[in-house]
């Protein structure tokens, strides 16, 4: 009788699931600073000029919006000199009006890119070859055009000597998304680019594009800009999705 009744419980659970999740077709839901946010109208539009996807979600007194430099598959940085991909959050309680953006800013390395811009040449002087690739043991500091310092990075070349991945060795401080370094040692001509640092403004992930609906995932800290003290310095969105919203052409 107990089996039966756990049965039953689970079957009833599994249909409220169901039903749940057609309901939030199409859906946009993540956590802000720790609470559930879920928008009420969701619309996606799309530049037929530029290319460029305008995310909106709304919640009563608040909304949300997410732009892409483009409607690809792939994943698209908050915080960069490309204001095309920006996430905004605004609110209007109790007529205290707030507007948070995600903004540049500056801090250690937390990801790099995993294309190199430029291999470059002679990067294994100092390396071993193992299963086929040279792994270099010594960290190269790195320079740049922007104003961070101190990032180190260990290398993997292949036997032309042009590197071919790179890992952190030291995060360096007062770098920003976007920022090209070079790789001294070697031939002291491969380049790549700063992808996000710590603290950084998140990013944002299309998963899938039907052409007529879009589905993805984000993350975001936004920095208060309205100028307004009632409001903290910054809200924070993590385990954001949307779900199947439909694309239309932008207004």
């Not at 079957?11 to 928008?39: E, H, I, M, W």
């Not at 109790?94 to 903004?103: A, F, I, K």
């Not at 070859?129 to 792994?135: A, D, E, P, T, W």
Request: charged share 10%; proline share 3%.
């Amino acid at each position: 009788m107990k089996k039966i009744a756990s049965l039953i419980v689970i079957l009833v659970a599994f249909v409220s699931c169901t039903t749940d999740v057609k309901f939030n077709t199409p859906g946009f839901q993540a956590y802000k600073d720790g609470v559930l946010f879920r928008g009420l109208d969701v619309k996606a539009y799309k530049s037929t000029s530029t290319g460029t996807i305008s995310l909106v979600a709304v919640a009563q007194d608040e909304q949300v919006t997410i732009n892409t430099a483009s409607a690809a598959l792939g994943t698209y940085y908050f915080g960069t000199t490309n204001t095309n991909t920006k996430a905004t959050y605004s609110s209007s309680f109790n007529s205290v009006s707030l507007m948070y953006e995600t903004n540049i800013i500056y801090g250690p390395v937390a990801k790099m890119s995993g294309y190199l811009y430029t291999g470059g040449s002679g990067y294994v002087s100092d390396c071993t070859l193992i299963n086929g690739v040279y792994v270099c043991s010594n960290s190269h500091p790195t320079t740049n055009t922007g104003t961070g310092s101190g990032l180190t990075l260990s290398v993997i070349a292949n036997a032309a000597g042009a590197v071919t991945s790179v890992k952190i060795a030291s995060p360096g401080n007062g770098y920003k998304a976007g920022d090209l370094v070079t790789i001294t040692g070697g031939g002291a001509n491969a380049t790549i680019t700063v992808l996000n640092v710590e603290g950084s403004n998140g990013e944002v992930s299309i998963t899938e594009n039907t052409g007529d609906t879009i589905t993805g995932n984000f993350k975001f800290n936004a920095i208060n800009t309205s100028g307004n003290p009632s409001g903290g310095e910054q809200v924070n969105f993590q385990y954001g999705t949307f779900y199947k919203v439909p694309l239309q052409a932008a207004p």
